[in-house]
Nanobody
Framework: QVRLVESGGGLVQAGGSLRLSCVASGLTFRSYAMAWFRQTPGKEREFVSRISGSGGISGYSDSVKGRLTISRDNAKNTLSLQMDVLKPEGRADYYC????????????????WGQGTQVTVSS
C-alpha cells in the first residue's frame, strides 16, 4: 500500500520559515517524480513545485519562485519543501503527490496523494 505522509506545517509569522516533509512508503521512491500543491477552502488547487525522480530537474510556480526550495532524499524516501519569507497568501493545506514521470507530474497526472499538512501565516 502506497502512503505519502506530510508533516512540518504550523503557524508562522509573515517573513518566517517552515520546512515541510513528505515521507513515502510502498513505492520505489526514486522512480517517482514528486510535487507539492496547496489548497485553501473555496479555491482551486494550486501547483507549488515539482521535482524529478533523480532530483535533477525541478520547477516552481511564479508566486513562490525564489522563496521556496524543493528537494528530495531518495535514501530516506523523503520529499522536502523549504519555505522562506512566507507571505500571508501562503496560508493553505499543502499536499505532496507522486507521479510515474516528470512529464506525468507536469501534466497533472499524479498517481498518489498525501493527506496534507496545514500552514498558517499570520500577518
Amino acid at each position: 500500500q502506497v502512503r505519502l505522509v506530510e508533516s512540518g506545517g504550523g503557524l508562522v509569522q509573515a517573513g518566517g520559515s517552515l520546512r515541510l516533509s513528505c515521507v513515502a512508503s510502498g513505492l520505489t521512491f526514486r522512480s517517482y517524480a514528486m510535487a507539492w500543491f496547496r489548497q485553501t477552502p473555496g479555491k482551486e488547487r494550486e501547483f507549488v513545485s515539482r521535482i524529478s525522480g533523480s532530483g535533477g530537474i525541478s520547477g516552481y510556480s511564479d508566486s513562490v519562485k525564489g522563496r521556496l526550495t524543493i528537494s528530495r532524499d531518495n535514501a530516506k524516501n523523503t520529499l522536502s519543501l523549504q519555505m522562506d519569507v512566507l507571505k500571508p497568501e501562503g496560508r493553505a493545506d499543502y499536499y505532496c503527490e507522486a507521479g510515474r514521470s516528470y512529464q506525468h507530474i507536469v501534466a497533472g497526472r499524479a498517481e498518489y496523494w498525501g493527506q496534507g499538512t496545514q500552514v498558517t501565516v499570520s500577518s
